[in-house]
């Protein structure tokens, strides 16, 4: 029965926290992005968000969209300083071919940083992967 059931690996989906400029708060912020870099538009994406480090944690924040365009992005939500000193989960979930997808990313804590940021393709900001 076990080997009947097929259990898709999520590919070619990321996300990856990066900063930019805020007009509001007119200074850089961290924002979290799930990009979709496959050749065909993720449906029904949705991430729940946390963070977490022994007692501390955050609320559970839930984000829904209808579809990630193909080589695309959406923004999830705006990080603050205070939050990434804590391990940030992204549990993302979505229908691509006809099948459900799932996968954790993780962002350890303290690994946010400008130190460890790259350049983020199709975003051209510098950011980090989540792991």
């Known amino acids: 029965m076990k080997k009947d059931i097929d259990i898709p690996i999520a590919k070619e989906v990321y996300i990856a926290i990066v900063q ?4 509001e708060y007119l200074d850089k912020s961290w924002n979290a992005y799930i990009i979709n870099n496959r050749t065909t538009p993720i ?10 480090d022994g007692d501390r944690k955050t609320s559970t924040m839930r984000y829904a969209f209808g579809v990630v365009k193909a080589k695309g992005y959406e923004k999830i939500e705006m990080v603050t300083e205070d939050v990434l000193g804590l391990n940030n989960e992204f549990f993302v979930t979505y229908y691509a071919d006809g099948k459900l997808y799932e996968k954790r990313f993780t962002f350890a804590k303290n690994t ?3 130190a460890n940021a790259i ?3 199709l975003l051209e900001l510098n950011g980090v992967f989540a792991n």
């Open 112 to 114: 946010v940083n400008t």
């Open 20 to 23: 930019e400029w805020n007009k």
């Open 43 to 52: 449906e029904m994406a949705l991430v729940v968000s946390k963070g977490y």
């Open 119 to 121: 350049k983020i393709p």
